[in-house]
Every structure is written in structure tokens, then in C-alpha cells.
């Protein structure tokens, strides 16, 4: 079974651009979260997904947005960037919602965002 | 608030030795464990997980792990370290609600 993908792996913008991150789940996966990853700050929740509903959120600002579609895929965009945004982005899947049973997340090699 | 605290931001250890990795955990109900492990340049391998029933958990590559609600840890372990487990290791839990909440790493350190 194919794991967790993420595109694209590396990413470079510049201050004031947007991005699009995608994820695509491993097959039979109804929850996506996403993660930020910094030397800083260590891993962050930033939010999770399943069936098509944002169903937990973490401590972002609102430039940080995510979806996810019928197929479980799912994308976070960042609009206005900051240096600060600067991470290795996480994608995580599983087969049921946070603190159910199956809930144990499966994660992708990440994208990692270079803003200048 | 809940919280995960790894003991120890680097361990060194030789290989052939006992590797001991601490987490403690802060949650109002027992929560869901996990030990994850991070390679240079790489997402999160799940190691092992505690959900229920039996607290000894036994994962991948020769890890396992104890929990003790008692002492709110669950330190992972593993009899004789190896080269290639040098690596990053993250202690997480996992509650309705919050999604995981993860430790801030130990880097693991092995030398010949």
C-alpha cells in the first residue's frame, strides 16, 4: 500500500507570495492533518481533516488555510508569506478522527517551504 | 494543560549499550502514546503506540516502550543500540480534540 505523498518536496517564495501544499493519504484514510516543523517551535498542530471537515485547529494565524476533498486529498495554502513560514511542512493520515481508535497518524517526507 | 516533556534534548550512548528515551505526559485522562522517528531530511516513522489493554508495547527495529500511569511516562527502550538508530525521537500523545501534541525531540546519538 502506497504511503503518504506530498508535492511538491521543496518549495522556494518570497515574502508577500502565497503557497499551495498538497497531500494525498494513504488509500481508505478519512483523516489528514497537517503539521508545522521548525528548529524553533518543534512540530505543530496546525489543523485536521476528515470527511471534508476541519474538525480541529491549531494556533495559526488565518493566512494559514487548508481544505480537504471527496477523495481525502487535501491541500494547505499560506497566503502573504513571512520569513518566519520558513518550515518543513508535515502531512499525517489515518484512518479515524484524534483520540478515536485507529487514530495512530502515518506521515509523509513533508514539504519544505524556503521563504526569502 | 495537556503536554509531553522529553527528558534530555541529546543522548549519547555506544553502540552495543542500552538506549533509554524519557517522556512524561500531562493529560487529564489516560491518553493515546505514540514514539515516533524522524531521519535527516525525512517525514515521522511510527515506532509504537499504546492505546489500551497491555503496557508493554513492543515496536519496530527492537523498541518497546512502558506505560505507567502512575508515574505519567512512557519511556521507550531498546537492549542493545545500533548505528543506524541515530536519528530524532518524538514522544506524542493523542486526545479527542486536540490532535497530537508532540514532546520537543531527543536527538539519539550512537558512536562506534
Known amino acids: 500500500k502506497a504511503g503518504v505523498t506530498q508535492t511538491p518536496r521543496y518549495l522556494i517564495k518570497t515574502r508577500g507570495q502565497q503557497v499551495t501544499l498538497s497531500c494525498s493519504p494513504i488509500s481508505g484514510h478519512r483523516s489528514v492533518s497537517w503539521y508545522q516543523q521548525t528548529p524553533g517551535q518543534g512540530l505543530q498542530f496546525l489543523f485536521e481533516y476528515f470527511s471534508e471537515t476541519q474538525r480541529n485547529k491549531g494556533n495559526f494565524p488565518g493566512r494559514f488555510s487548508g481544505r480537504q476533498f471527496s477523495n481525502s486529498r487535501s491541500e494547505m495554502n499560506v497566503s502573504t508569506l513571512e520569513l518566519g513560514d520558513s518550515a518543513l511542512y508535515l502531512c499525517?493520515?489515518?484512518?479515524?478522527?484524534?483520540?478515536?481508535?485507529?487514530?495512530?497518524?502515518?506521515f509523509g517526507p513533508g514539504t519544505r517551504l524556503t521563504v526569502l | 494543560a495537556q503536554s509531553v516533556t522529553q527528558l534530555g534534548s541529546h543522548v549519547s550512548v555506544s553502540e552495543g549499550a542500552l538506549v533509554l528515551l524519557r517522556c512524561n505526559y500531562s493529560?487529564?485522562?489516560?491518553?493515546?502514546l505514540f514514539w515516533y522517528v524522524q531521519y535527516p531530511n525525512q517525514g515521522l516513522q511510527l515506532l509504537l503506540k499504546?492505546?489500551?489493554?497491555?503496557?508493554l508495547v513492543k515496536g519496530i527495529n527492537g523498541f518497546e516502550a512502558e506505560f505507567k500511569k502512575s508515574e505519567t511516562s512512557f519511556h521507550l527502550t531498546k537492549p542493545s543500540a545500533h548505528m543506524s538508530d541515530a536519528a530524532e525521537y518524538f514522544c506524542a500523545m493523542d486526545q479527542a480534540g486536540t490532535a497530537l501534541i508532540f514532546g520537543k525531540g531527543t536527538t539519539l546519538s550512537v558512536s562506534s
Open positions: 499504546y492505546t489500551t489493554g497491555a503496557t
Open positions: 493529560s487529564s485522562v489516560p491518553p493515546y
Open positions: 499525517a493520515s489515518s484512518l479515524a478522527i484524534s483520540g478515536r481508535a485507529g487514530s495512530e497518524q502515518f
